[in-house]
């Protein structure tokens, strides 16, 4: 008896859990959505990789947001979604690149000095 009550509440449980990500899912815009599958796709195995960077066309992101056109404002929603996912989205003009927001990081940095004089060699 006991063991089918724990089974019976573990499966009410996972209905309420699914039901709980629908819901989520449905709340969420399509930017968030598509931010969600760029990152899923930056920790896939595909191109030779196993994960990692890599390059989209602006075909396939229209695809992706269900939309005929991307206008500046979809791109920079989407910009904004991907970088609360951790990721990094540059418009290249003809093909947008995906980069983990980490690859900056351990960038150097540049220092008060070597920016004047950079700006006095002008």
């Known amino acids: 008896m006991r063991n089918l009550l724990a089974k019976y509440l573990h499966r009410q449980i996972k209905i309420v859990y699914r039901y709980n990500i629908i ?3 449905i ?3 399509n930017f968030e959505i598509a931010a969600r599958q760029l990152a899923s796709l930056y920790g896939k195995s595909f191109g030779g990789k196993s994960n990692g960077r890599y390059r989209l066309s602006s075909k396939q992101l229209r695809e ?7 206008y500046e404002n979809d791109i920079e ?3 904004r979604a991907a970088l609360e996912a951790g990721l990094v989205l540059i418009n290249m ?7 983990s927001a980490n690859t900056f990081v351990n960038y150097r940095r540049l220092s008060g000095e070597a920016l004047s ?6």
């Open 27 to 29: 709340n969420m815009s």
């Open 117 to 122: 004089v950079a700006m006095s060699e002008q």
């Open 93 to 99: 003009d003809s093909f947008f690149v995906v980069l």
């Open 23 to 25: 819901a989520m899912e």
């Open 77 to 79: 929603q989407l910009t």
């Open 64 to 70: 992706m947001l269900g939309r005929k056109r991307l």
